[in-house]
């Protein structure tokens, strides 16, 4: 599957922005999907995942309440709604994948480790000013 990021930009703390991730090659539906984001000198961390069977959501503690995530399998889309946002979800965001079958063998660690997803798209820059 082929992930391709869109939506960043530059908002005011306070603002609202909607990400997309479009899927293409093979079905969306057959994986497990997530968001992470890179801050300038940090790791990349994990935001929220949502599993493959679609019925199962997964929230970084910073981003709870602010974020939501949700996925279109039939237009192969995934979003990442950010509401209230500051200026330190500043980042590259990034949408990943991991394929259904690896699900069997997660712990609840596992949906939020970068380790665990196997396909990535290039990255949508988020930058919020105060």
């Known amino acids: 599957v082929y992930l391709e990021e869109s939506g960043g930009g530059l908002v005011q703390a306070g603002d609202s922005l909607r990400l997309s991730c479009a899927a293409s090659g093979r079905a969306i539906r057959d994986f497990g999907v997530a968001w992470f984001r890179q801050a300038p000198g940090k790791e990349r961390e994990f935001v929220a995942a949502?599993?493959?069977?679609?019925?199962?959501?997964r929230y970084a503690d910073s981003v709870l309440g602010r974020f939501t995530m949700s996925r279109d399998n039939y237009n192969r889309i995934l979003y990442l709604q950010m509401n209230s946002l500051t200026p330190e979800d500043t980042a590259i965001y990034y949408c990943?994948?991991?394929?259904?079958?690896?699900?069997?063998?997660?712990?609840?660690?596992?949906?939020?480790?970068?380790?665990?997803?196997?396909?990535w798209g290039h990255g949508t820059q988020v930058t919020v000013s105060s």
């Open positions: 949502i599993n493959w069977q679609g019925d199962s959501s």
């Open positions: 990943a994948a991991y394929w259904k079958s690896d699900e069997r063998y997660f712990s609840e660690d596992d949906y939020r480790s970068r380790d665990r997803y196997d396909y």
